[in-house]
Each structure stands twice: as C-alpha cells, then as structure tokens.
C-alpha cells in the first residue's frame, strides 16, 4: 500500500473524478464548443473571472466568479432538460437569475462593458448533450434585480446588528398546492 500513501500524498487537495464523470464533462464541453450560438458567446471570453467589488447600494464587499465573460456574461449549466418550460422552472427554483444579476453587478462595477444581457447557456446531461442559449432580459431582469437588492438589503441589516434570524420568526402552516389535492392515497 506504499503506492496508494505515495498517491494520496502527491495529489493532497486534488479533486478526483471518477471517468465517466470526466468524459461526461468532456462531451457536454464539446457539445457547447459546437453550438453555433453558444460559439458565438465563447469568441475571446474569459472564462471562471473572478470579480471582486464593492456592492453599490450597500457598500458591501462581494465576489464572484462567472464561468464566461466576453460580449456578455454567461453562466454555464448542466440540465436534464433545455425544454424551455422545464428549464425556465429549474432557473427559478435556483435562483441561477439571482447568481447573474450578482455577476453583473460586479462586472458593472467593475467597468467591464458589455454587449448583450446576461445569458445562461446550458448543456444537456445525457447524450446527444443538446444546447440552448437563454438570455435574461425584461421582466427576469427586473424581477432578479429586485430580490438581489432585497438580499443585499437584509445582509447589510445582520452585519450592522450582527443578528442573523433564521427566513420565519414565527411557525408556517403547510399548505396543499393544486397538483397534491389529485393525489390519490391508496396502498397508504
């Protein structure tokens, strides 16, 4: 077991992936390199930039890391899906529109001009890996913007009374959403 001691030792703070994990990324990479209008985005980018700036509003210091900064700032994502519908409800769910405006703030900050607005390209993770280029603008833009002032606004609030309350102060109800009352409760 020398070997594997002389391993862990050479490679101490690596990260190792199994390789099916590696040739999934490697197809997926691919596969945006091939997109015309992903191609498009990747021409003289930077890629994982780190930004570091003072947040305008509230004088906070933030930092980001976007994944791709050329003629706009581009996030890249990994999906099961790009049906739109679908895509559109896992951007919500994670808040990607959120980690965009932060990004963009920072690129604002910083100077960086740029020429369209802030997009997500994102990849399928199974085979044949298919593409899609979303872009957040309008009503997403406006709607992202306000929560990320919100956010900024409650942290700078914990750091002036370095409080840090949980989201309730007080017990939730749970409540049964529309699909769940279609639920049918045989073999319980």
Same mark, same amino acid.
């Given at each position: 077991?020398?070997?594997?001691?002389?391993?862990?030792? %050479?490679?101490?703070?690596?990260? +190792?992936?199994?390789?099916?994990? =590696?040739? =999934?990324?490697?197809? /997926?990479?691919?596969?945006? @390199?091939?997109?015309?209008? %992903?191609?498009?985005?990747? *021409?003289?980018?930077?890629?994982?930039? +780190? /930004?570091?700036?003072?947040?305008?509003? +509230?004088?906070?210091?933030? *930092?980001?890391? %976007?994944?791709?900064?050329?003629?706009?700032?581009?996030?890249?994502?990994?999906? !099961?899906?790009?049906?739109?519908?679908?895509?559109?409800?896992?951007?919500?769910?994670?808040?990607?529109?959120? =980690?965009?405006?932060?990004?963009? +703030?920072?690129?604002?900050?910083?100077?960086?001009?740029?020429?369209?607005?802030?997009?997500?390209?994102?990849?399928?993770?199974?085979?044949?890996?298919?593409?899609?280029?979303?872009?957040?603008?309008?009503?997403?833009?406006?709607?992202?913007?306000?929560?990320?002032?919100?956010?900024?606004? @409650?942290?700078?609030?914990?750091?002036?009374?370095?409080?840090?309350?949980?989201?309730?102060? %007080?017990? =939730?109800?749970?409540? !049964?959403?529309?699909?769940?009352?279609? !639920?049918?409760?045989?073999? !319980?």
């Amino acid at each position: 077991m020398d070997w594997w001691r002389a391993w862990n030792e %050479a490679t101490a703070g690596a990260e +190792t992936i199994e390789l099916e994990d =590696q040739s =999934q990324a490697q197809a /997926m990479a691919d596969a945006v @390199r091939r997109d015309p209008i %992903a191609a498009e985005f990747l *021409k003289d980018a930077r890629t994982e930039l +780190t /930004m570091i700036w003072n947040d305008p509003r +509230t004088g906070i210091l933030c *930092k980001g890391r %976007a994944d791709i900064l050329g003629r706009a700032l581009c996030d890249a994502k990994g999906t !099961v899906s790009i049906d739109k519908w679908r895509f559109d409800r896992e951007c919500a769910r994670n808040q990607y529109f959120g =980690q965009l405006v932060h990004y963009s +703030t920072g690129a604002s900050q910083l100077g960086l001009k740029l020429e369209s607005p802030p997009c997500i390209i994102a990849c399928e993770i199974g085979p044949a890996h298919d593409v899609g280029v979303f872009e957040l603008s309008g009503d997403y833009l406006e709607l992202a913007r306000d929560d990320y002032d919100a956010l900024m606004d @409650r942290l700078a609030e914990c750091l002036a009374s370095n409080r840090w309350p949980g989201r309730y102060s %007080a017990i =939730q109800s749970l409540t !049964v959403p529309n699909y769940g009352t279609e !639920v049918e409760f045989e073999n !319980v």
